[in-house]
């Protein structure tokens, strides 16, 4: 009998070749009809484009701030606004973010205001006359109707604890009435002895 023995060469060269469901195209160079391959520590399984794309919508969803899955699987920078400044990473918001903001009183006293801290808006102690209320996220100044200080200036004119003295002009204090110098009108017939008198008296 006649033995015949094939064998093909060492470089083949085919137009595409199918396994199973598994197609490899020689002119595109795309394999399809790849399942998707398990994703763990361990695999050695081939991945497919679906995976990849899920994968990335995944990332785009986590990053938030815009970002989305181009046409070639890459996925857009975010853009975030941090304290009024546009940033375009994670990092760069999260250093944002930690900065906080400056509080100060009359352009002094500045100090660092952080995501996080709590500022507590209130009254010097002591003080009696004005009241501090939240109403939601909106803070409220209040005056007593029932005032209580020290001393009151208007113009030449000082109210306190001793009585009230004009500048130049009558007082009335605890020391007595002082008119300076100026007549006293108006004054009604006194009946007691305690009263003060009219000329016409």
Do not use: C, H
């Amino acid at each position: 009998s006649t033995n015949y023995e094939v064998a093909t060469a060492k470089d083949v060269n085919f137009n595409s070749v199918k396994v199973g469901n598994v197609n490899i195209d020689g002119t595109t160079g795309k394999i399809n009809g790849v399942t998707a391959g398990d994703v763990n520590p361990d695999s050695t399984d081939a991945i497919n484009g679906s995976q990849l794309a899920k994968n990335a919508q995944s990332v785009s969803d986590a990053l938030g701030g815009g970002s989305a899955v181009n046409p070639d699987g890459t996925v857009s920078a975010p853009n975030y606004t941090v304290n009024g400044n546009n940033v375009n990473n994670v990092g760069d918001a999260i250093t944002a973010l930690d900065k906080g903001w400056n509080l100060q009183s009359n352009g002094t006293q500045s100090g660092a205001v952080k995501a996080g801290d709590t500022v507590d808006i209130g009254t010097a102690d002591g003080e009696e006359n004005l009241q501090v209320a939240k109403d939601g996220n909106n803070i409220k100044y209040s005056l007593n109707r029932d005032l209580k200080v020290d001393s009151v200036t208007t113009g030449d004119t000082v109210i306190n604890n001793d009585g009230m003295t004009i500048a130049g002009g009558p007082s009335v204090t605890k020391s007595g009435i002082d008119a300076a110098g100026n007549k006293i009108s108006g004054v009604a017939a006194g009946t007691d002895g305690t009263d003060a008198v009219n000329k016409d008296q």
